[in-house]
């Protein structure tokens, strides 16, 4: 094992690495593109055996990637942001297909306006997808989850693609230390490709994705891979205990943070989480019983970890780096539904969106939105789920529009 | 190149792998050519299907296919041949499949999505070199859908979406030349109702790497208006007018295998069928069918010219 200090994109490269992927179909898109040209100078420097071809448009990428893994080999692709949603279609699609993959995407957030900075509604996107979901904090979790979600991945019982999540900029392009495993070691983990009955050779055929006529055995196929992304929850559980024994770290599917006697938990996935540990910290140190719960696996919602992490609380508060337009934060409704029910369920589940397009999220803002929860907790009323925005953020947006001589400014946002 | 095995129409297989009884229209000409391209490949060939008619070849439990089947989506069938080449190769380098595994791989499209959505993953394909046959069945048009207009729908064609008098105003896409002009390994134009042509050229496609094009003119009864008995007779008037020249590339050269003598007039092609009877009824549009025959006309000059 040795420690070095790595980008997430670097990272993730090193991840295929140890994962000895066969294969690569390959498209740029910033903030992810490091990741494919890492790959490609160890292909072309012979410090890797694996065969990369640059596909057209991240739809043909994802269309080569669920058929290459349907052939029999170990496959590996990245994306981001545009690229995901341009592909959409067949992430639904090698979903049913049950081909055991890992795609990493980098975060960015969807046009328009068109940005290169980070936000989760394209990871958001694929949610339903049917593709199993981790999301990554830091570059050293980038490494891991990749071996992780090959290991979930090629179980019999899964078999479906693992989308590893990172965000741009503040992960894909900031360096951090991380161990990387050694190659045996990483074997041991990951042993080589597991091969299934129904891959494509000569003399065996198979027919794959063919059409169906009525709804009970659409609803069949749709079930089995609703249950075979259940199932992933009993793989995780037992690769990661594997890994905690190999590596000497634990994967939780929730990582609680000083949560256990919290009184308030922020929720929040990703690189942003780490600015929450910060402000809960601060917080702590203010004497405010404050704690973050941070999916690490939102699909599957590994709904029991969840409820363990918040049932009891007096209060929430969901902090989405997300939006639905219309709706709120993404993660809030989730949070909600898995809350819901519970005898001790918190009387304060608040709903929050920050982080959008790289906007920094301050410590400032945590201990604002603290104070909203403890006010909820002590007059019984939930307010509105809250777009952050301050006051100079708002000034600057004002010069912006004088310059581009917007006659008539939009509604006043909340400061 | 080798001689052909086949040489006259009793050379011609008679394996019959393609099961019977599928969901295709009767008379269907891309049925046709689909049974014969299987024969004449084999067993060991898997086809990677783009949305279209043929999708419905395999229903869930059911597939003429003796070999494997993968369907994609409409617009990255290509795609889908290059990762199951490719792992296919990689495969094969690392020992983890023999040679006697290894498969044909085949794109099977309609017009609709090789002229649309599918042209740029095909492109793309064509630009690596990736080795595969697409194997396109033309009826020009959304034949699965009730044949609304598609980028091979011919100047002048009535189609669900192109109902107005005197059809279609635009012109046929033109994939054998964008297929060329990427020179690849080989291009052919071939028919069911020409079988010892289609034959041959599918067995100089097997026995070939790299992209191939094999474009088959797929005369459509339920798209085009006619019965299915006259399918491979209405086939045979696309050649015998000119209106669908038999031509393959190889070598880096076009090379027309037939040239019609005496080529027939345009109608007697576009009467036989619903589609063009606008052209016809209730008064003869001179203009329409004078500009068919032109760019036919037009055609073959050039061809001779460049015989010459």
């Known amino acids: ?70 052939t029999g080999v170990r496959t590996f692709t990245a994306t981001s942001s545009q690229g995901l949603l341009y592909g959409m279609e067949m992430l639904y699609t090698i979903a049913g297909w049950r081909v055991p993959l890992v795609l990493i995407n980098v975060s960015r957030g969807l046009s328009a306006p068109i940005t290169l900075e980070p936000d989760h509604n394209d990871i958001l996107a694929a949610r339903d997808s049917g593709c199993l979901q981790f999301h990554c904090a830091t570059c050293q979790e980038v490494v891991d989850a990749i071996l992780i979600a090959y290991r979930v991945a090629e179980q019999p019982q899964v078999r479906l693609p693992v989308i590893v999540n990172l965000d741009g900029f503040s992960l894909s392009f900031t360096r951090e230390p991380v161990s990387l495993p050694d190659d045996e070691t990483a074997a041991r983990f990951l042993p080589a490709f597991r091969h299934d009955a129904g891959e494509f050779r000569g003399g065996r055929p198979a027919s794959k994705a063919v059409a169906v006529i009525g709804g009970g055995a659409y609803s069949y196929f749709r079930y089995e891979t609703h249950l075979a992304a259940m199932a992933a929850i009993d793989a995780y559980g037992e690769a990661t205990r594997d890994f905690e024994q190999l590596f000497g770290r634990r994967y939780p599917s929730i990582e609680c943070y000083r949560n256990d006697d919290a009184e308030i938990s922020f929720v929040m996935i990703g690189s942003f989480a780490t600015k929450a540990k910060e402000a809960v910290d601060r917080l702590r140190d203010a004497g405010h019983k404050v704690g973050l719960v ?122 | ?20 009884g599928t969901a295709m229209c009767a008379g269907c000409g891309g049925l046709g050519a689909v049974r014969e391209v299987y024969d004449v490949l084999g067993e060991n060939t898997i086809f990677i299907n783009a949305a279209g008619c043929m999708t419905l070849l395999s229903v869930y439990p059911f597939t003429p296919f003796r070999g494997s089947w993968l369907y994609t989506a409409m617009a990255s069938a290509p795609a889908g041949a290059q990762g199951v080449r490719d792992a296919l190769d990689i495969r094969l380098a690392q020992g983890t499949l023999t040679k006697d595994e290894d498969l044909q791989v085949v794109v099977l499209t309609g017009d609709g999505s090789a002229g649309g959505m599918g042209l740029s993953a095909t492109s793309a394909a064509i630009d690596r070199q990736l080795d595969f046959i697409y194997l396109c069945y033309d009826n020009e048009g959304y034949g699965n859908t009730g044949q609304q207009t598609s980028a091979a729908t011919p100047h002048g064609a009535r189609t669900a979406t192109d109902p107005q008098a005197g059809g279609l105003p635009g012109r046929k896409k033109d994939l054998f030349a964008i297929w060329t002009a990427n020179r690849p390994a080989y291009a052919a134009t071939a028919l069911a109702a020409e079988p010892l042509d289609l034959a041959r050229k599918i067995e100089t496609a097997r026995d070939l790497t790299g992209p191939r094009l094999i474009l088959t003119l797929a005369p459509c009864p339920t798209g085009w208006g006619f019965e299915p008995a006259r399918s491979v007779e209405i086939g045979r008037l696309a050649v015998r007018t000119g209106i669908f020249p038999l031509k393959e590339y190889i070598d880096g050269r076009v090379v027309h295998n037939r040239i019609p003598h005496p080529r027939l007039p345009v109608e007697d092609y576009l009467k ?17 069918i004078g500009e068919i025959q032109a760019a036919v006309d037009a055609y073959w000059q050039e061809v001779e010219e460049n015989n010459a």
């Open chain 1, 1 to 70: 094992m040795t420690r070095t200090l790595l980008t997430g994109n670097a990272a993730a490269a090193w991840g295929a690495r140890l994962a000895r992927i066969d294969y690569l179909p390959a498209f740029p898109i910033t903030p992810q593109t490091e990741i494919i040209e890492t790959v490609s100078r160890w292909i072309a420097d012979d410090e890797m055996r694996c065969r990369m071809v640059m596909l057209e448009s991240e739809h043909s990428m994802l269309t080569a990637a669920g058929a290459a893994a349907s």
């Open chain 1, 294 to 415: 941070r999916p690490f696996m939102l699909r599957p919602l590994p709904e029991a970890d969840l409820r363990a992490a918040l049932d009891g609380k007096a209060g929430i508060a969901v902090i989405d780096q997300n939006l639905a337009p219309g709706r709120g934060g993404i993660l809030h409704g989730e949070v909600t539904s898995v809350l819901y029910g519970l005898k001790t369920r918190p009387a304060a589940l608040l709903s929050y969106i920050g982080g959008l397009g790289g906007r920094d999220i301050g410590v400032e803002e945590f201990f604002q939105i603290a104070a909203d929860v403890r006010a909820a907790i002590a007059s019984g009323a939930t307010p509105a789920p809250r777009l952050l925005y301050t006051q100079s953020e708002l000034t600057d947006m004002r010069k912006m529009q004088a310059v581009a001589h917007v006659e008539a400014a939009g509604e006043e946002l909340a400061s």
């Open chain 2, 1 to 20: 190149m080798t001689e052909s095995q086949f040489k006259a129409a009793r050379d011609l297989p008679s394996n019959h792998l393609l099961g019977s």
């Open chain 2, 272 to 288: 036989t069928q619903q589609r063009f009877a606008h052209l016809f009824e209730p008064r003869r549009d001179e203009k329409r």
